[in-house]
């Protein structure tokens, strides 16, 4: 049955295309047919051309074919107040019954006409808005995605999802309707003012004045509305809905430090401010539109007078008269759409900025050009060498680290040690590439990580970050993330042993298959760290990168894990961060940082020799402490047994 259901549905599947290839308007608005792209290394003189060339390049002939549309739109709704005009003095003057047929014929087929062109014209129109936000939100995603982590640093998520999703949006009405509406509006404006002074020269010139009189009005109202709009999207936006989105985030902070009265207080006090704000955008908004049509019908009064006057004379007829008033309207009411267009281009090309400043972003760590790419040997051997390192965030000249050199042997296990802040984060995210040296190479094998494909050096490494991050998938989905070409369960279950976590898993209602929230949030920090770890383990690294890896970890099953790392990743180079000096211990070599630079380096027994050294100083330190506790153990002990007795 399921087999049949299958059939079926693919055959409909298989008639639709068919279909489709028959008749080609499908083709043409086939929202995923690949299309010409702008040149991406092209370099444009401001953001809005770039934006403009998503248009222009791959839905010109469309673009175009809207406009067209549009404009025939336009001189079809133009048409309609002549000929009633015409019908209006046919009936009055002259009763031609044929000729009124005549004309209301017409009259019908062009509104016929216009709806089949409104029909057209907004479908095309749509269509190429989505399409065109369809590609730049994907090639968005693509640049975020390949955006060095220095990038992200600088830019907060909420910003960037701003960006993604209501500046995209802006952007789509821009192309995909306002643009033509604005040529169309344009054109409507300039062709009713020139009907109006074919039908009455005298009474046009006396009206004329009033277009930049009402331009201006709607202008001066702009200038102050303006200010008043963005500062209560502000509101909204950075205070209102930013406390909402930090207090979702942060709610488990909020309630134990029981600060809740005071984000309420905070929140209604946005909450007030904004709605303030509103309040002088809608006093404005109320007082512009009764004036901009006090002015429009004060210009209708002045037609009336005055062309009541010469229908006495007879120079103008009524019909004539009635299609002068119409035209009129359709000369004056463009003009708000006008303005608000022109009002709107600073904020239009605000937006073209935040769009190009991702999509041309520089801070992209570049794979080298395809002549230059090389390979990795096959099998690698896992040999880091820091040559002279030094790397500073900000690129200037407080460096981070400080001339970090050193070399791994294949398959070692390197512990990284230091006071927090000291550089130990920094120095492990240069092997990905994550962040880019600034002076100095690092090479694996002999080969400068810089002229590989990130795709070849990262498919080489297994990075536990100090915090761990799962996406809200099913554990399973989580744990196979760096084998893309999938693994079985065995092997998925070997590697959760081994992190120590099968056992938890298992416990589940719905085991591997259970679903996490989001970032994790239903796990505990040692049960997401332990699966982070089984990720690593999964994906079989040449060189695992343990950032803290099991701080939130017992000391017992930290070890448990260590014993189950060399077995496993025997063949593996292994850092080891930590603050446990008991992981430490057992590691083929010790690289203690103090400040950003390589103060000692060598295996416990040589950095135990060195009784100055930060290394001894920390153990003995350590010692010291846990004696303190084990002694301040014992003697509570004593004083409960005392106390029994
Ligand atoms: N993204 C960043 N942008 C700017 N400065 C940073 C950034 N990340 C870290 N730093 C700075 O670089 C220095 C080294 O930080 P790093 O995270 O490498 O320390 P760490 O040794 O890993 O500390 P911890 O043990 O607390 O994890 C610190 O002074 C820190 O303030
Ligand atoms: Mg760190």
């Known amino acids: 049955m399921a087999e049949n259901n299958f059939k079926s549905k693919s055959l409909e599947d298989k008639m639709l295309e068919e279909k489709k290839s028959k008749f080609s308007l499908f083709k043409i608005f086939d929202i995923n047919?690949?299309?010409?792209?702008?040149?991406?290394?092209?370099?444009?003189?401001?953001?809005?051309?770039?934006?403009?060339?998503?248009?222009?390049?791959?839905?010109?002939?469309?673009?175009?074919?809207?406009?067209?549309?549009?404009?025939?739109?336009?001189?079809?709704?133009?048409?309609?107040?002549?000929?009633?005009?015409?019908?209006?003095?046919?009936?009055?003057?002259?009763?031609?019954?044929?000729?009124?047929?005549?004309?209301?014929?017409?009259?019908?087929?062009?509104?016929?006409?216009?709806?089949?062109?409104?029909?057209?014209?907004?479908?095309m129109n749509q269509f190429i808005g989505n399409s065109i936000i369809k590609i730049l939100r994907g090639e968005l995603f693509i640049a975020i995605e390949n955006s060095s982590y220095s990038f992200l640093d600088h830019h907060s998520t909420g910003d960037l999802v701003a960006r993604c999703t209501s500046d995209l949006n802006t952007l789509k009405m821009l192309l995909s309707s306002q643009i033509t509406f604005f040529i169309r509006e344009c054109f409507t404006v300039a062709l009713s003012i020139i009907a109006m002074f074919y039908i009455n020269f005298n009474i046009t010139l006396l009206i004329i004045p009033i277009f930049p009189l009402i331009f201006y009005i709607i202008y001066r109202f702009r200038k102050r509305i303006g200010p008043i709009y963005r500062e209560s999207r502000d509101i909204y936006g950075d205070e209102v809905t930013a406390t909402i989105e930090e207090n979702l985030g942060g709610v488990r902070v909020v309630r134990a430090f029981a600060s809740e009265d005071y984000e309420i207080a905070k929140f209604n006090k946005y909450n007030d401010k904004y709605l303030q704000k509103q309040k002088e955008y809608i006093k404005l908004q109320a007082t512009f539109e009764p004036m901009v049509r006090l002015f429009v019908n004060l210009s209708m009064a002045i037609v009336i007078f005055f062309g009541g006057r010469l229908l006495g004379t007879g120079i103008i007829q009524l019909g004539d008269l009635f299609t002068y008033l119409l035209l009129l309207n359709f000369a004056i009411e463009p003009l708000f759409f006008i303005n608000t267009f022109l009002g709107n281009t600073a904020m239009y090309l605000q937006t073209t900025d935040r769009i190009c400043e991702i999509l041309n972003n520089t801070n992209i760590i570049k794979d080298p050009k395809p002549e230059d790419v090389k390979k990795f040997p096959d099998p690698v051997k896992g040999i880091i060498r820091f040559d002279h390192i030094w790397f500073s965030y900000r690129n200037n000249d407080f460096y981070e680290l400080k001339d970090i050199t050193f070399e791994t042997k294949p398959g070692e296990v390197i512990a990284i040690l230091g006071a927090t802040g000291s550089g130990k984060t920094t120095l492990v995210n240069l092997i990905g590439r994550f962040y880019e040296a600034t002076k100095g190479t690092i090479y694996i094998d002999g080969i400068d990580i810089r002229k590989v494909l990130q795709k070849d050096l990262r498919k080489l490494i297994a990075y536990v970050p100090q915090e761990s991050f799962l996406f809200s998938t099913t554990i399973k989905e989580n744990l196979l993330l760096g084998r893309s070409e999938g693994a079985t369960m065995e092997e998925i279950i070997e590697a959760c042993k081994l992190a120590n976590i099968h056992d938890f898993i298992e416990s589940l209602?719905?085991?591997?298959?259970?679903?996490?929230?989001?970032?994790?949030?239903?796990?505990?920090?040692?049960?997401?760290?332990?699966?982070?770890?089984?990720?690593?383990?999964?994906?079989?690294?040449?060189?695992?990168?343990l950032d803290s890896a099991t701080s939130s970890v017992d000391v017992h099953i930290e070890y448990k894990i260590q014993q189950g790392f060399k077995k496993m990743m025997a063949n593996s180079t292994t850092f080891i961060i930590t603050q446990r000096l008991s992981s430490v211990r057992h590691a083929d070599r010790i690289i203690v940082l103090d400040n950003g630079r390589?103060?000692?380096?060598?295996?416990?027994?040589?950095?135990?020799?060195?009784?100055?050294?930060i290394y001894y100083k920390l153990y003995t330190t350590l010692d010291i402490e846990k004696r303190a506790i084990e002694s301040q153990k014992l003697l509570s002990e004593n004083l409960i047994s005392q106390i029994k007795e």
Do not use: C, W
């Open 509 to 545: 209602p719905k085991k591997y298959e259970t679903l996490v929230g989001q970032r994790g949030v239903t796990l505990s920090g040692g049960q997401r760290q332990r699966i982070a770890i089984a990720r690593a383990i999964l994906k079989r690294p040449k060189i695992l990168i």
């Open 33 to 123: 047919k690949p299309r010409k792209l702008p040149d991406k290394n092209k370099k444009y003189k401001t953001s809005f051309r770039q934006i403009v060339a998503y248009l222009l390049v791959p839905f010109r002939g469309m673009f175009f074919m809207t406009l067209f549309l549009s404009i025939l739109q336009s001189l079809l709704f133009l048409a309609l107040p002549i000929l009633a005009g015409d019908i209006m003095n046919q009936i009055i003057f002259r009763m031609d019954f044929k000729f009124i047929l005549n004309n209301f014929l017409i009259l019908f087929i062009a509104l016929v006409s216009m709806a089949l062109v409104a029909y057209l014209r907004l479908y």
């Open 598 to 613: 390589i103060v000692q380096m060598g295996t416990h027994n040589e950095l135990m020799k060195d009784p100055n050294g």
